[in-house]
């Protein structure tokens, strides 16, 4: 029973191998969103930052090319890159070297995306602008983990958590960006300080409260992991990930029949998805001890 447990377990679906090399594609969604609206997403920034002066608010006439080169980047990353070089050296500063990331992200070229996220954070602490520099480095660490830079993320990850920022959703989001990259370096003892602080920070974010149950499970503290991957289920229902990581936390703990169930959510879920074919997998195997 327990060799066939085992057996199972390994061929399991990794979720925070997968977040790591396809968060960042996520966020790019995200922050799209929010930068599409620069002077909005620039009013709803947090009031304790700006009143210590942290963050460098953008002139008008530099939000509106912003916004410009990114949705130029967004239909078609090398325009967006041309657009951000030229701007560049028309003095855009660190606003051009942010879309330059961008559009380098959009077409997946990581170490150069990681160039320009990272000259534009250190542009922005020279302007005066630490949390601009500390949302730009978090950048930086996302690309280098999406290019499999996991030791490179820290270190940029590491200079975006020293730069000042309150203690609020955007630092609890790149407390569990630098776990993802304990993660991936296989220091999953190092990584859990930084995922309890972003579920201090960022306890509505799903993907906290997955990987903080998948890492509990690989530590073989299940009380942990039924108990995180329950936090995940309520704030994420409909995810495939979470309903796959369900399935592997009730298989270790004998509850298989549960285990099924979950894997065949996973299934309904997300019927094409690298999720579902570990969960068929996986079904396959119970059914065969």
């Known amino acids: 029973m327990i060799f066939a447990t085992l057996m199972l377990m390994q061929a399991v679906y990794s979720p925070e191998t997968d977040a790591v090399m396809n968060r960042s594609r996520a966020r790019a969604e995200e922050r799209r969103a929010q930068e599409r609206d620069q002077g909005e997403a620039q009013r709803v920034q947090d009031q304790k930052a700006k ?20 949705d130029v980047a967004t239909g078609d990353a090398a ?67 999406a290019g499999g830079e996991a030791r490179k993320a820290l270190g940029f990850l590491d200079a975006a958590l020293g730069s000042g920022l309150p203690d609020d959703i955007a630092k609890g989001e790149i407390y569990l960006d630098r776990a993802r990259a304990q993660v ?9 300080p930084d995922i ?33 991957i329950d936090e995940a289920k309520r704030r994420s229902p409909d995810d495939a990930s979470v309903a796959l990581e369900d399935g592997n936390i009730a298989v270790l703990a004998g509850d298989d029949a549960s285990a099924k169930a979950a894997w065949q959510r996973a299934v309904t879920l997300a019927p094409l998805s690298d999720q579902a074919a570990a969960a068929r997998d996986n079904i396959g195997r119970l059914a065969a001890k």
């Open 51 to 70: 009143d210590a002066g942290l963050e460098k608010r953008l002139p008008p006439s530099i939000a509106k090319k912003l916004q410009a080169c990114l």
């Open 79 to 145: 325009a967006g890159i041309t657009f951000a070089q030229d701007w560049a050296l028309d003095g855009g500063g660190f606003s051009a070297g942010q879309c330059l990331g961008f559009a380098n992200a959009q077409g997946e070229n990581w170490p150069q995306a990681v160039k320009a996220f990272d000259e534009a954070a250190l542009s922005a602490q020279k302007e005066g602008a630490p949390m601009d520099a500390a949302r730009l480095w978090s950048q930086a660490g996302n690309a280098a983990l």
């Open 196 to 228: 309890d602080a972003a579920l201090k920070l960022a306890a509505a974010d799903p993907l906290a409260w997955l990987l903080s149950a998948t890492l509990a499970r690989r530590m073989d503290d299940l009380k942990r992991a039924r108990h995180d």
């Open 184 to 192: 991936a370096l296989d220091q999953p003892a190092k990584a859990r």
